[in-house]
């Protein structure tokens, strides 16, 4: 039987940002963009996470229109065959999404804090 | 042209706290709740959504499940019929949801400003 406090910390933030016109930044694109930068490729970075190249390529091209600075860029060739890595502005990005993320996280933590004691442990539906 | 001050105004959170077990607790919940306390029947907040009866009085269930005490309580007969409100403990969770999420759109605000000068006007993918 897990205790309240340990309820209440599994309670976690599924965030997404909303751009406008239908286009959202959410736990997905930034989860692909950290597999990205661990594996450097597009490809590899979407069979991490389960997706197809083309679903992985969309998601990045989505958020390559979001701003005026892509957060991706591609090499071509080179003594490594090329490959895919965030832009320096890529990175900020990524950083901002995920420092949202934690704040979110601390703010479940305190505003449902007080009700903690009537969480109950969720059942599959 | 919007500036970036409008554009990065414009950024807004779509929350959803994930309870575990594939139950989550976001903003098409919360209002849902908002249309039960405003129209005093499942019905007609499912109505007010465009949802059907069904799902709302499912998306209500699910959310009685996450505590030890109901969300949301429906009074039977009476001069007016009966009708269906948010428990104290109901508006309770509303509330904290509603503060989380009003502190994930400052986050936003405030994690963003760097990078809101990047901002581009999105379009309709």
Do not use: C
Request: no cysteine.
């Amino acid at each position: 039987m897990p205790t309240p406090e340990a309820r209440l910390a599994a309670l976690s933030p599924r965030l997404r940002i909303d751009f406008g016109a239908g286009v959202r930044f959410g736990h997905g694109k930034a989860d692909l963009l950290d597999a990205i930068v661990e594996t450097g490729s597009i490809s590899a970075a979407g069979r991490k996470l389960g997706m197809s190249y083309r679903r992985a390529w969309l998601l990045v091209e989505e958020l390559n229109t979001l701003f005026d600075t892509p957060v991706v860029m591609t090499s071509a060739g080179g003594a490594h065959g090329g490959g895919t890595q965030l832009t320096p502005f890529g990175h900020q990005v990524l950083g901002a999404f995920r420092q949202v993320e934690a704040r979110t996280r601390a703010a479940i933590g305190e505003e449902f804090a007080p009700l903690a004691a009537h969480l109950l442990a969720p059942v599959t539906p």
